[in-house]
């Protein structure tokens, strides 16, 4: 969806939408003046329908580098991953190459101890740095192993079940059996796909709510 939402804001770099299409069919150029159904426009150049052009390739730039800042690949590429391992209705659409591909990038993300920085004091009186080792989450070895029998029933008794009540069935149900794909289950669950309903929504609605005149 993120590459998909990049390529048609590229595509509308050179093509004009409907709305845009019919505020340059009502301007028209004549003499050196500009007019918009028949009123002139006071602050214009002889490039007025140009000048569209170039705000519109700015505009779209910098939202289409907003989009790939705020949503990195390697996020991106891990909730793929996440759902080509456990979402049946794609599971049921991917090969089996591809799925395997995919749990060998959650193995590498999760499967393997990484050591992070942490940064403590401040500008004033000086900062230090220390590094911890977080242990794995997960074990890639067991999960290589888990993953072929989730696989069957993912493709037999679960195939109509959406991501959220197969990972809750794993969990819940398969968690001894299966634990390292019950951990996964868990990421997915938890794993907040977009800002919008924690942040974005939760301010308009504060900003409606509590106005300027309130």
Not at 85 to 92: F, H, M, Q, W
Not at 100 to 122: C, I, N, R, W
């Amino acid at each position: 969806m993120i590459d998909h939402t990049v390529s048609q804001l590229e595509f509308m770099k050179t093509t004009d939408g409907r709305g845009l299409s019919e505020i340059k069919a009502f301007i028209k150029v004549s003499d050196g003046k500009a007019f918009f159904k028949g009123e002139e426009l006071k602050n214009h150049s002889e490039e007025v329908l140009s000048q569209f052009d170039t705000v519109r390739q700015n505009y779209l730039s910098n939202m289409a580098k907003n989009i790939k800042k705020r949503i990195p690949k390697v996020d991106s590429k891990i909730m793929l991953s996440l759902s080509q391992v456990l979402e049946p209705c794609v599971v049921n659409v991917t090969s089996v190459q591809e799925s395997k591909e995919a749990l060998k990038l959650l193995v590498e993300h999760y499967g393997f101890d990484k050591v992070v920085k942490h940064t403590e004091g401040d500008l004033t009186v000086g900062t230090t740095q220390t590094e911890q080792t977080v242990d794995k989450f997960l074990n890639g070895e067991e999960l290589n192993q888990e993953w072929p029998w989730v696989y069957g029933m993912i493709k037999g008794t679960y195939k109509i079940l959406s991501i959220q009540d197969l990972c809750m069935r794993l969990v819940t149900k398969h968690h001894e059996t299966c634990p390292n794909m019950a951990k996964l289950a868990v990421i997915a669950l938890c794993m907040q796909v977009t800002s919008v309903e924690c942040c974005a929504r939760s301010f308009s609605t504060q900003n409606r709510i509590k106005s300027k005149f309130r």
